[in-house]
């Protein structure tokens, strides 16, 4: 029985043997491990194409929302492939292109999924250096490259360009050494602030957020929100909404959605459905909330992770005077236990 | 009300034949296909539907159709001109005044009415006038930077 997604990190490491070998091996091998069928691909030209002209495309199903990730990525691959930043072009997320990726989350863009970019670029230099080894006639410590170039040391004239070596088709030379990856020291374009890669399309209003794409027949939903946390829904008339052109609504048990081709539409829609909840009676207020929460917060360090009821419920006062003296165990923040 | 609407949008001449009453964002975003500016809280509130009209950042989520007739309105999209990038989209980008760029189209149109009637602000009138523009990203610092370097004021500009 193979690991699958979806299993927590306990059950996995059962499955895999658990003991102190699988541990000290938890990093992207056994991530990657938990859903054995999908795993980033060894070749390197999932990742990069170069065009005859010498553009590098990058492709990679990291996505870019904010955090910088369209940048990054493509200065990993400049960094190791030894082409310039500007020559780069990102291609991310597109299902239908880039590598197979569990998703842009839990900050492992960088640190799992940055080493399997950087040695397929570092992987692709070494390929294209053998390559052009072989086409100049000198051995392979003999060039250097630079910004997609292989020139031949002291010898500025003898030289070939990636894109002259790629011709813009997948590269099939196989190669038998395993490319090093670039030692933090030798550094030029990683741990530099360039200006993103994004921002001309972000300070245009050219970039296309989710809202902003339209495909055909696509329909906008806009949901029935309760009025509060517990509230069932008695009594919903829908008959206005109906009567809109375009217009459909969907129900199910308390769970209702207008949907119209525009999302003005659909808002309209929304506004005009009467609902009628049952609330239920508030327990907590202002007032209350604070205490509420600390007194059931889960654990950090339970495990499994449990609910429970730490602290009695205190004056304001007299928790300000025990503050620096909490007792072992007291929550250090609110959320599950399993989030590391 | 079903009206003729015209205005000049980003010095074009546009005619809509709609609802009087809906709101400019959307005439934008559906009518007109501009979707540099931003749908967000839609109450007036965060400012990333800012765009300008008759001179004046307005936020287009709460500003009827019919309010801008025979006005000029300007959007993210017109602030670049022949392919080259405004001085305070420059500076945006210089000092990575951003980071998921949601707030942006926004920020540089209230920045851009701002300082045609204040070139040479002090620093603390940029953060004042700001203030009513949300980032959820937490690029304020960077903002205020950006827009100081692209104002006249001495000492300050890139």
Same mark, same amino acid.
Not at chain 1, 237 to 260: F, K, N, S, Y
Not at chain 1, 300 to 322: G, I, T
Not at chain 2, 44 to 72: H, P, Y
């Given at each position: ?133 072989? /086409? ?8 250097? +490259? ?13 030289? +070939? ?16 050494? /395993? ?78 959605? +207008? ?48 609910? +429970? ?32 | ?11 074009? $001449? ?31 509130? #965060? @400012?990333? #539907? ?27 999209? #017109? ?21 998921? @760029?949601? #707030? ?14 204040? $070139?040479? $602000? ?31 004021? $001495?000492?300050?500009?890139?």
């Amino acid at each position: 029985m193979s690991p699958s997604r979806g299993l927590d990190r306990r059950a996995f490491l059962e499955l895999a043997g658990g003991g102190v070998v699988v541990l000290v091996a938890l990093g992207p091998a056994a991530l990657r491990a938990q859903d054995a069928r999908r795993v980033y691909p060894e070749d390197f030209n999932a990742y990069l194409v170069i065009g005859e002209n010498g553009r590098v495309t990058v492709f990679s199903g990291k996505i870019e929302m904010g955090q910088g990730a369209m940048t990054s990525q493509a200065q990993m691959v400049a960094e190791e492939l030894g082409v310039e930043l500007a020559s780069i072009d990102m291609v991310l997320g597109d299902t239908d292109r880039c590598p197979w990726d569990m998703g842009t989350f839990g900050s492992l863009t960088t640190r799992m999924f940055g080493p399997a970019l950087r040695a397929a670029a570092a992987q692709a230099r070494l390929v294209l250096t053998t390559l052009a080894a072989r /086409k100049l006639g000198v051995s392979q410590d003999r060039l250097v +490259v630079k910004a997609g170039r292989v020139t031949v040391a002291g010898e500025p004239n003898r030289a +070939v360009s990636y894109g002259e070596l790629s011709k813009g088709a997948r590269i099939t030379q196989v190669v038998d050494d /395993k490319a090093v990856l670039r030692a933090a020291s030798e550094f030029r374009v990683m741990g530099a602030s360039p200006p993103r890669l994004d921002a001309p399309e972000k300070v245009t209003g050219a970039a296309k957020y989710a809202a902003d794409i339209r495909i055909p027949g696509m329909l906008y939903a806009r949901i029935l929100r309760p009025p509060m946390h517990g509230a069932t829904l008695l009594r919903l008339d829908t008959a206005v909404a109906e009567q809109l052109p375009g217009i459909t609504v969907i129900r199910h048990d308390d769970l209702v959605a +207008v949907l119209h081709a525009d999302p003005e539409s659909a808002a309209t829609a929304l506004a005009s459905l009467k609902a009628d909840w049952r609330l239920p009676e508030a327990k907590l207020d202002q007032d209350s909330i604070f205490e509420h929460i600390v007194a059931y917060a889960w654990v950090r360090d339970a495990e499994p992770p449990r609910l +429970v009821a730490l602290l009695p419920p205190v004056e304001p006062a007299a928790s300000a005077a025990q503050g620096a003296q909490a007792a072992p165990g007291t929550p250090l923040g609110i959320g599950l236990n399993n989030d590391r | 009300m079903k009206s003729s609407i015209q205005f000049a949008l980003n010095g074009w $001449p546009v005619t809509l034949n709609t609802d009087d009453d809906r709101m400019l964002l959307w005439a934008l975003r559906t009518d007109l296909e501009l979707t540099g500016t931003k749908y967000a809280c839609g109450e007036g509130i #965060c @400012g990333a #539907c800012t765009v300008v009209v008759a001179g004046k950042a307005v936020r287009s989520c709460r500003t009827a159709l019919k309010t801008v007739a025979g006005k000029e309105v300007l959007t993210i999209e #017109c602030l670049a001109r022949d392919g080259k990038l405004h001085a305070l989209q420059q500076a945006f980008i210089e000092h990575g005044a951003f980071q998921c @760029g949601y #707030c942006t189209s926004g920020m540089l149109l209230t920045a851009y009415v701002f300082l045609r009637e204040n $070139p040479k $602000p002090l620093r603390e009138a940029i953060v004042a006038h700001m203030e009513r523009n949300l980032c959820r990203c937490g690029a304020h610092q960077r903002i205020v930077e950006a827009i100081a370097s692209a104002s006249q004021a $001495p000492g300050t500009s890139s």
